[in-house]
């Protein structure tokens, strides 16, 4: 199967601070997504990017496909963008429905 | 709020009782995902249900059986656990089939069940 990597696995930040987290993938991927889990446990979508580049607000995100790879950008960070940061990926298969696999995650810490 | 419902959102059980976990989603999607989260790991993949037909049983032991009523509904039943079943539960729904869509088959998630075994 595709194997997903993040990095790094924890990052501590000063509020205002800007980062970048990266996710490397094993394989072509038709879908990749990126997700916030916030500290009660919820999953929310961040980006829906197999490639190119998108931007909401202070988070934007690149996927570079041909190379496998995907970063995540936070700036003028936040204590409520603490929470860990995922990167899931998914070859699309014909039969059934989707199938994610996740990275381990980035542990993000934001101190006022 | 994502558009997908669980309950509980907490539940504690012997390892003797028998539990069900419940997620609804009010989206239209036609299928449905249950994810196991252990402490310190990636989430894994459990069972995925599409027009209400399951097309994935990721080796999950059998303690754990999904029922899938509708494409609206989908059910975790539980019985006999381990402690290390212990584990944050989540629900998953997306769209599937046809013509791939500009967001691809996104997935939505839950807010999740944290379950204890004791």
């Known amino acids: 199967g595709i194997q997903v990597e993040q990095s790094p696995p924890d990052l501590i930040l000063q509020e205002g601070a800007n980062s970048t987290l990266r996710c490397n993938f094993s394989?072509?991927?038709?879908?990749l997504q990126w997700f916030h889990q916030n500290p009660w446990g919820q999953l929310i979508n961040l980006f829906y990017?197999?490639?190119g580049t998108k931007q909401n607000g202070r988070l934007s995100a690149t996927t570079v496909a041909t190379e496998r790879y995907s970063l995540l950008y936070i700036s003028s960070s936040q204590t409520t963008d603490s929470g860990v940061y995922f990167c899931a990926v998914e070859r699309l298969r014909e039969t059934s429905g989707s199938r994610l696999t996740f990275g381990e995650g980035t542990q993000l810490t934001v101190n006022p | 709020e994502t558009g997908v419902t669980q309950t509980p959102r907490h539940l504690v059980m012997g390892m003797t009782n028998k539990k069900s976990l419940k997620c609804e989603q009010h989206l239209g999607h036609n299928a449905m995902y249950w994810y196991k989260q252990s402490a310190k790991k990636p989430l894994e993949l459990m069972f995925v249900y599409n027009f209400k037909e399951q097309t994935e049983n990721n080796s999950v032991p059998s303690r754990f059986s999904p029922e899938c009523p509708n494409s609206s509904h989908l059910f975790l039943h539980l019985h006999t656990l381990q402690p290390e079943d212990s584990a944050l539960y989540l629900c998953?729904?997306?769209?599937?089939?046809?013509?791939?869509?500009?967001?691809?088959?996104?997935?939505?998630f839950g807010p999740g069940t944290r379950l204890t075994v004791l």
């Open positions: 394989d072509s991927v038709n879908n």
């Open positions: 998953a729904s997306s769209r599937w089939g046809g013509a791939l869509p500009g967001d691809g088959y996104t997935q939505y």
């Open positions: 990017i197999p490639s």
